[in-house]
């Protein structure tokens, strides 16, 4: 695969040193799903290198927007907050839609998936509960089936209960959870600027904003430790790295995409994955394409 996704004239830039852009347009927040899902179907339709990886993100989406729709239509009411009381909700729906995104799923994952399906519903709820309170990206099949349902708790404005983790500025404020990704929504990149940037939560994907130069991992914010890198084959992409704890995350910059999907577009930009670990960084959080 790496061929597939050689990057030539990555270049590392300073924050002082990038060029302000303009265009910034703003996505709609309705049918947010559904405009995830039409993005990833339009990214796998290109047929290039990303096509196979877009099209799994695709029928992932599929199976997270039927999650999503049904929770909203439940006739159970507004939910609880804690999982235990609000699993019923998703009930009979769990083990097709965990049995759907295995048969989308590249070899290793669908088997993971097939065994989590055979051994039924009180596996999968164990299985659901424990990655709630202890979250991994490593429990790939517990974070798909649940961000709808965290989404679902944003939306309510039903604040998750039992979930005790750390509340720090690089978390999010609703459910605790560590970034999947940055966007930026503002232009201008120099340090005095300093807003514009939001992370987007990795469970609930509620976004909150965050400053420029400082490390969503560890903290840094010493302008000289914290880099991006950028390659003109993915222009609204960027890698946000930090020497001091050799932690990054991708960017999507909507000042230069305003059609990009943050969630989608940070799965499609998956070379950059491949770079930045090649280059000794880690990711924050994995994707759910593992990357
Ligand atoms: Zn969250
Ligand atoms: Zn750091």
Redesign the pocket.
């Known amino acids: 695969m790496n061929q597939v996704f050689a990057l030539e004239n990555f270049s590392r830039k300073a924050f002082s040193q990038a060029s302000p852009r303009r265009g910034s347009m703003m996505l709609s927040m309705r049918d947010v799903w559904r405009q995830r899902l039409q993005r990833a179907e339009a990214l796998a339709a290109r047929g290039d290198s990303m096509s196979q990886l877009l099209a799994f993100y695709a029928a992932l989406l599929r199976v997270q927007l039927r999650l999503y729709a049904h929770l909203r239509a439940s006739h159970n009411g507004a939910p609880s907050g804690a999982l235990e009381q609000d699993l019923p909700a998703l009930g009979s729906e769990l083990r097709p839609a965990l049995l759907a995104i295995a048969q989308a799923a590249p070899d290793a994952l669908a088997t993971a998936g097939q065994q989590l399906g055979d051994a039924g519903q009180a596996a999968i709820e164990d299985a659901l509960l424990s990655f709630w309170y202890a979250p991994s990206d490593r429990l790939f099949y517990p974070k798909a089936l649940l961000q709808p349902y ?1 989404q679902w708790l ?1 939306e309510a404005g039903i604040t998750p209960r039992g979930r005790e983790l750390a509340r720090t500025d690089n ?7 560590v970034p999947q990704l940055s966007v930026l929504h503002v232009a201008d990149d120099s340090p005095a600027a300093g807003g514009g940037r939001k992370l987007q ?6 976004e909150w904003p965050f400053r420029r130069v400082l490390c969503a991992h560890c903290g840094e914010e010493d302008e000289r430790k914290l880099a991006y890198f950028h390659s003109a084959a993915f222009d609204h992409l960027r890698v946000d790295a930090c020497d001091t704890c050799q932690h990054y995350l991708k960017s999507v910059d909507l000042t230069r995409l305003g059609i990009a999907v943050p969630l989608v577009d940070e799965v499609a930009g998956a070379p950059l994955d491949i770079w930045a670990r090649e280059h000794g960084y880690t990711k924050i959080e994995l994707n759910l394409v593992g990357l």
């Open positions: 965290a944003a978390r999010c404020p609703f459910c605790g959870g939560c990795a469970t609930c994907l509620t």
